[in-house]
């Protein structure tokens, strides 16, 4: 009797140990047959502002299908992971001035990567109303992974409705926050509340806003005491990041993007993370919960997102379907999208923030090809809003990136107009600072601050004199804010040349500063 019990004992001890040895766990500290140690950790995998789902710099950084690689990393460590964006990921895009099967592709090149590469969570950037209301909706109704939306709402008819995402017959409207609910192999629960923040930047005709903070502080007050956790994930600068943390000292992380460049601080014990843009790196937040002492603890860590990581091979077929796509419809307009224009220097500058508001070493490579196309132009006008690219080119710079930077492409044309209109339009482009209509101006042209007035060649600009002006022909449409009254019929325009400018080329932007470089 008591050795069979011996013997069924120790055939229980074998029996529990070949389960423990089958079931996943994740707790490394995980023992045979321990329970709920009160003791859970979940990560939360983060990218944010991916306009590519490519590697971008010749290959050697980013790319979705690497994102998806570090995900199956995650999750095979530890099934409670989510891999997150934090906004910007439907435009810009050279895939935005693209069209497949005859219809635009607006970004439904980056949600079929998205699925492939198995996101869990989206939050809106300022970028994704860039496209058109249809788009949008297409795009998240393509999506099989879940949107968040605490602040950002559709607009009709002057009211304020959710965003909702239809599948088939039956439409859902996009949550104001979301609650997870996670397990581990010990049986500890945990419940995480997420909320989704955008900057209202975007003032796209079929979007409203609330307050950022304001509806981040109601929806927290809301969940905290029915969650563990509460992580805000964000689109916004990062001085309202911490403007957030500091009003609510409970969050546990904010998880953030907008300025493309890696960011991470603590404020109020909060970690705020921004990972840098196209996917070249991905901060990793691990939260451990303790449930027992209600207790977080939090840790953030940074992965590069490089050649060293083998891509996923089922979201790379997805990713070289649309590069197939992308390179042929680009060979079709005559651009080589692989084709090197600059092997080496300084990045080039193409972030909103900056190419509204100053000049950068981009738009004046651009306005720079636009007065060798123009050279008997005295003044070159650039719109800020020509840029679209949102994002640094590194070198070395291709055909693809030039297109990236540019996607409207659109010629330029040249005009003599009279000084004091001339003066208007300066006057109104630089008024226009932080907007698509803020004007970069060629070197010669300048703003003499002490004497309050415009200089060209170290001259004041006289509005009795006649002067010959280079510009894109869209603003010439008088389409740009602010400077509505600069098109043709204009009493102070006093000649319109025929077509675009002296070159061939300046009917396209982009093969215009193609040409500049080479030359």
Partial sequence: ???????????????????????????????????????????????????????????????????????????????????????????????NSLKHEGKAIRGKQMVAAMNAAGFDIAIFGNHEFDIREQELQERINESTFDWISSNAYHKKSNALTPFVKTSGKMSQPLPEYQIRRFRDADGTEAKIGFIGIVL???????????????????LYAR???????????????????????????????????????QRFTVVNGIPISKALANARSAYITGLTINTRRKKVRVKSSLEPID?????????????????????????????????????????????????????????????AAMHAAAPKADIVLLNGGSVRVDDVLQMPLTQYDLVRALPFGG????????????LRILENGKANIGTGGYLHVNESLQWNEKQSQWE??????????????????????????????????????????????????????????????RN
């Fill in 1 to 95: 009797m008591y050795l069979c019990g011996m013997r069924k004992h120790f055939l229980s001890i074998i029996f529990l140990a070949f389960a423990a040895w089958l079931m996943p766990s994740c707790k490394s500290t995980q023992k045979i047959g321990q329970k709920d140690d009160g003791l859970i950790q979940i990560n939360l995998v983060q990218v944010n502002d991916v306009y590519e789902i490519a590697p971008v710099n010749q290959g050697r950084e980013g790319g979705l299908a690497r994102v998806a690689s570090i995900r199956k990393k995650y999750v095979s460590a530890n099934p409670n992971t989510l891999l997150i964006m934090a906004g910007d990921f439907l435009s810009p895009s050279v895939y």
């Fill in 200 to 218: 209202p930047f975007n003032k796209a005709t079929y979007v409203g806003y609330t307050d950022p903070l304001g509806k981040a502080a109601e």
């Fill in 223 to 261: 969940i905290r005491d029915s969650v563990d956790a509460v992580v805000a994930l964000t689109h916004q600068f990062i001085e309202d990041d911490i403007r957030l943390a500091e009003s609510l000292p409970g969050l546990a992380a904010i998880i953030g993007g907008h300025e493309h460049d």
């Fill in 307 to 367: 050649e060293k990581i083998t891509p996923d091979s089922l979201t790379q077929q997805v990713v070289d379907h649309w590069v197939r796509i992308s390179d042929e419809s680009l060979s079709s307009m005559g651009f080589q999208a692989k084709d090197v224009l600059i092997a080496s220097g300084e990045p080039l500058e193409g972030r909103e923030t900056y190419v509204r508001s100053q000049p950068t070493n981009l738009t004046k490579l651009i306005v």
């Fill in 411 to 422: 010629g330029i044309r040249e005009i003599d107009i009279k000084g004091s209109l001339l």
């Fill in 456 to 517: 060209l060649n170290e001259k004041p600009v006289q509005p009795e004199n006649m002067y010959r002006v280079a510009l894109t022909d869209f603003l010439l449409t008088g389409g740009e804010a602010r400077l509505e009254f600069l098109k043709p019929g204009h009493p102070d325009i006093v000649k319109v040349y025929d077509g675009p400018a002296s070159s061939e080329v300046a009917s396209d932007i982009r093969k215009l500063v193609i040409e500049y470089i």
